[in-house]
């Protein structure tokens, strides 16, 4: 049974960096194409992604964002940390875990965690 | 940077069938995937590469994919469909997302 759960801080100051944890179970990351990405929801928007890491370790990032975040893998796990957080990124991130292929479709999301920045 | 387009709405009657587009340059060139996310819930994919449904996901959903425009099909719609409906494709080593359009089920 795949499953995926967010953790970190549930409010953060401005300028702050905020690192979340994704703690993912029921498959493994030594299997080809399978990846990990972060997605952000702000209250009543729409999707937007964040970043990807791949089986390979390779890492993508949304190049509006790029500069502020870093992605990377540990046991079971799959960190986030997004530099110098602002009001606007207030949100509920997701982690979900993709298929590197295709249109890389989310198959799994864990239930999310809502950050609110402010001071 | 890739754009894809979604309506902000749709309208549909119980047991009608609701059409949700999703417009981009050449987007038939590339694959797509669905995702329905209800009030207060994760995103749920219900449809990837196309036109696959992932175990599941009813035969009332369906998709096209061809020229500027992706097409999500739900047929026989049922008000547990109400819920917004999100694009998504993978453009130039990113994952974009279209704005999403929330489905209604009058």
């Known amino acids: 049974q795949v499953t995926l759960r967010e953790s970190g801080p549930a409010l953060v100051k401005p300028t702050q960096t905020l690192t979340l944890t994704c703690t993912y179970s029921?498959?493994?990351?030594?299997?080809?194409?399978?990846?990990v990405s972060w997605i952000r929801q702000p209250p009543g928007k729409a999707l937007e992604w964040l970043a990807l890491v791949d089986w390979d370790d390779d890492k993508f990032y949304n190049t509006s964002l790029a500069s502020r975040l870093t992605i990377y893998k540990a046991t079971s796990q799959v960190v986030l940390r997004m530099t110098n957080m602002d009001p606007m990124d207030t949100a509920t991130y997701y982690c979900?875990?993709?298929?590197?292929?295709?249109?890389?479709?989310?198959?799994?999301w864990g239930p999310g965690t809502l950050v609110t920045v402010s001071s | 940077s890739y754009k894809l387009t979604q309506p902000p709405s749709v309208s549909v009657s119980p047991g009608q069938t609701a059409s949700i587009t999703c417009s981009g340059d050449?987007?038939?060139?590339?694959?797509v995937c669905w995702y329905q996310q209800k009030s207060g819930q994760s995103p749920r994919l219900v449809m990837y590469q196309d036109t696959s449904r992932p175990s599941g996901i009813p035969e009332r959903f369906s998709a096209t994919n061809s020229g500027d425009t992706a097409t999500l099909t739900i047929s026989g719609i049922l008000p547990m469909d109400e819920a917004d409906y999100y694009c998504?494709?993978?453009?130039?080593?990113?994952?974009?997302f279209g704005g999403g359009t929330k489905l209604s089920v009058l």
């Open positions: 998504q494709a993978w453009d130039t080593n990113t994952v974009i």
């Open positions: 050449e987007v038939g060139k590339r694959y």
């Open positions: 979900a875990r993709g298929y590197a292929s295709g249109s890389y479709p989310l198959d799994y």
């Open positions: 029921g498959f493994s990351f030594t299997e080809t194409a399978m990846c």
